[in-house]
């Protein structure tokens, strides 16, 4: 009977070590360990280039392409506009509104607000014809002429609206450059492919006619992106991105007569820094 005793105690002496080991190993699970499920918003500023593309402009008395085009962004700088609610549209700026379908994939809708402006006073290649040709200071020749304000202003300045869906991967490195705390502090790599549509306010003046000053649907883009991001305490995070791709706009409306458009198409970098949350609703 004692040796019965002594067998059931030792059985619980050594299950409740067992348990009680168990206990002090498991820890709680981080927040960052999984992404499954959590939303995050992204909203940040950014700096362009753009390849040189040909211009077609067409209306009821012109038909003439430019050649080799060049533009630039138009940069604010590190300005309170971007906080700033009343004028936030001013700067180049990148918002994302995204949704985890994994703890690796995630889809978003996006604007991308760039800012495209053409290279003025600069001669340009041409070819075909146009109204009162040598009346706008252009001093054309037989293939060239010179980009003068009064012959043509051209930028998509309010902006080049790149509205897009994106789906993408993140990986979490903290592991291997050996982070303990990843609630405290994660990096991420990120990766990814867009696409969707064009919709500028583009500001021009052309040959002297009003110009057209409202949103329009011009045309498509594609995109593909890369970056690092860094995510402070579970839900805030810094990201760089750097991010390309291709935009076809074959209706771009220039005057206020519907017959005048042009068209055009080219490829553009992006370099990104942005801030963000990351939450479970």
Not at 38 to 50: A, D, Q, V
Not at 251 to 263: L, P, V
């Amino acid at each position: 009977m004692k040796q019965s005793f002594l067998m059931v105690v030792l059985s619980f002496c050594v299950f409740s070590q067992y348990t009680f080991s168990q206990e002090t190993v498991e820890t709680p699970e981080k927040y960052t360990s999984h992404n499954k499920g959590k939303f995050f918003i992204f909203w940040g500023g950014n700096r362009e280039s753009f390849t040189r593309s040909d211009i077609h402009f067409q209306g009821e008395n012109y038909d003439f392409t430019l050649y080799d085009v060049a533009a630039h962004d138009k940069p604010k700088g590190w300005h309170v506009d971007y906080v700033n609610p009343g004028r936030m549209t001013i700067p180049q700026t990148n918002l994302r509104i995204g949704y985890f379908l994994s703890d690796h994939y995630s889809i978003a809708i996006g604007v991308d607000h760039m800012k495209y402006v053409m290279y003025n006073n600069v001669r340009s290649n041409y070819s075909g014809y146009y109204p009162n040709a040598g009346n706008y200071g252009e001093l054309p020749s037989s293939d060239q002429l010179t980009l003068t304000e009064d012959f043509l202003l051209f930028e998509h300045t309010d902006g080049l609206n790149y509205i897009h869906t994106e789906l993408s991967r993140v990986d979490d490195l903290s592991k291997f450059i050996g982070l303990p705390n990843t609630d405290k502090f994660q990096i991420n790599v990120t990766e990814g492919f867009g696409a969707g549509v064009l919709l500028p306010k583009t500001n021009t003046t052309l040959l002297g006619k009003e110009r057209y000053d409202e949103f329009h649907l011009a045309g498509y883009g594609l995109s593909a992106k890369a970056g690092l991001n860094f995510t402070f305490f579970k839900h805030f995070f810094i990201q760089a991105e750097v991010k390309g791709g291709y935009i076809n706009m074959n209706d771009i409306r220039t005057t206020n007569n519907s017959a005048d458009k042009a068209s055009q198409d080219f490829w553009f970098f992006q370099r990104i820094i942005a801030v963000g949350g990351i939450f479970r609703i």
